[in-house]
């Protein structure tokens, strides 16, 4: 067996499969490993849809990945003949009054303000507009509407079984099923020990997901926290049509009287499948290991009466599934991509926070050009560990 590459992908979930693929496409010889069967329902790249949206309120950096993204996803699409992406229209929903924030203040502003500067078409709408063309929209007078008519969804499973295969046609070695257990500098390098070997490499990119902070171990202390988060599919009252993608955009929605915005998407699997939405806690951290994997009908119930039956009154309390997440949280919700502070040969890469899946195509074309090339064309800088407001890790 071979143990001697040029660079090592630890995890290959969103951001590792992005990285294994666009390095193999540069011929660098790179092993991936990750503990699981990518892709899994055990980390933070399941639940059959993220949202994407090319003007990016979380800040400006963010922008020209989600632009780069799109482009590198209709390329898998050719090569690989699968749907990844689905433009479906995105509303985002927000008002002047007190309302929940989607990841930073200001997000509503900084939307539109990023579709002005990159000239990303959108409307905007009042509530009137919003009722006229959405009137699944239960809207009060005071809320406004952003609409981006190229935002929609990614099929994340398919977009990480695409990206792993692909890395494999260019001769990508990957290893399911193989945890790593251990890794440090040596000889210039790096050394990865797992459970069923060693491995040598020039460089190594650890895209852990929430298994991140448990491997940096105090290198990172206390920097990340993993929170659970519930997917749930509402049924609808009156049959699926209204809610098909054509007719209802993906969403996200700053509640009034709520800390915390709901999002959603329009019903993909037909008759019976629901309508998928979603909202997010930031009080209870957790670990992938201890999570806490099944959802309580209170939960349902809960989120139902709170942000389903006050929204959609075409939506029926009927929850036909639920699922839960991991979100790999970071103070002001940005992401982490940065060298590794005792390991020159090591990058880090979380990128979550709870929008990172729109992104990873061109993250991990960012990340192969940093091992390839020693920069990347879109600049990473702004996703340095300083720019979370936190101290640099020692
Ligand atoms: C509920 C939810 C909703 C979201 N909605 C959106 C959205 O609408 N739009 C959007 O853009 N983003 C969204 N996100 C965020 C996005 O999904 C994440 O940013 C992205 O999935 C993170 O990918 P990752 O590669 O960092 O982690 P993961 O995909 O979890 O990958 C980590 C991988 O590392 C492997 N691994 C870990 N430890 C080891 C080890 N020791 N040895 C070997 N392998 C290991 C794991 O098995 C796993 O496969 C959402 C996230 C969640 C949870």
């Excluded at 400006?60 to 690989?80: D, G, K, N, V």
């Excluded at 991140?212 to 105090?218: A, D, F, I, K, V």
């Excluded at 206390?222 to 098909?244: C, H, M, P, S």
Aim: with cysteine; aromatic share 8%.
């Amino acid at each position: 067996m071979e143990t001697s590459f040029d660079a090592i992908v630890l995890g290959l979930g969103a951001m590792g499969s992005a990285t294994l693929y666009q390095l193999a496409r540069r011929g660098v010889r790179a092993l991936g490993v990750d503990r699981f069967s990518p892709p899994h329902a055990l980390g933070s790249s399941h639940g059959d849809t993220r949202i994407t949206r090319l003007a990016i309120g979380e800040g400006e950096e963010y922008t020209p990945l989600a632009l780069r993204s799109h482009e590198i996803w209709r390329e898998i699409e050719r090569e690989t003949g699968r749907d990844l992406l689905t433009t479906t229209g995105g509303l985002v929903i927000s008002s002047a009054g007190s309302r929940a924030t989607c990841h930073v203040p200001g997000f509503f502003g900084n939307t539109l303000a990023a579709a002005t500067r990159h000239g990303i078409r959108h409307d905007l709408l009042d509530a009137r507009d919003i009722r006229r063309r959405f009137p699944q929209f239960a809207v009060s007078d005071d809320e406004v509407g952003y609409y981006e008519h190229e935002a929609g969804f990614l099929r994340p499973e398919a977009c990480i079984a695409a990206q792993l295969a692909l890395a494999e046609r260019c001769g990508a070695t990957v290893h399911r099923g193989e945890t790593v257990l251990d890794f440090a500098e040596a000889g210039g390098g790096a050394r990865v020990a797992t459970d069923r070997g060693d491995y040598r490499a020039g460089r190594l990119v650890v895209t852990a997901g929430p298994w991140l902070p448990g491997l940096l171990g105090e290198t990172w202390a206390g920097r990340f926290t993993v929170r659970r988060q519930v997917l749930f599919w509402f049924r609808e009252k009156d049959g699926v049509e209204a809610f098909q993608a054509g007719k209802f955009p993906v969403f996200i929605w700053e509640l009034s009287g709520h800390a915390q915005p709901s999002y959603g998407f329009p019903a993909v699997d037909g008759p019976g499948g629901g309508v998928k939405i979603a909202t997010e806690q930031h009080e209870e951290a957790t670990t992938p290991d201890t999570v806490r994997r099944e959802v309580a009908p209170a939960e349902i119930r809960a989120m139902f009466e709170a942000k389903v039956a006050p929204s959609f009154p075409g939506l029926s309390g009927e929850c036909v599934r639920a699922v839960t997440c991991l979100y790999t949280m970071t103070a002001g919700c940005r992401f982490v991509i940065e060298p590794h502070p005792r390991m020159p040969s090591a990058i880090v890469a979380s990128p979550c926070s709870g929008h990172g899946f729109k992104h990873s195509a061109a993250l991990g074309e960012a990340l192969a050009q940093v091992v390839a090339d020693g920069a990347s064309r879109i600049d990473l800088a702004g996703f340095g560990w300083g720019a979370t407001g936190g101290r640099a890790p020692s």
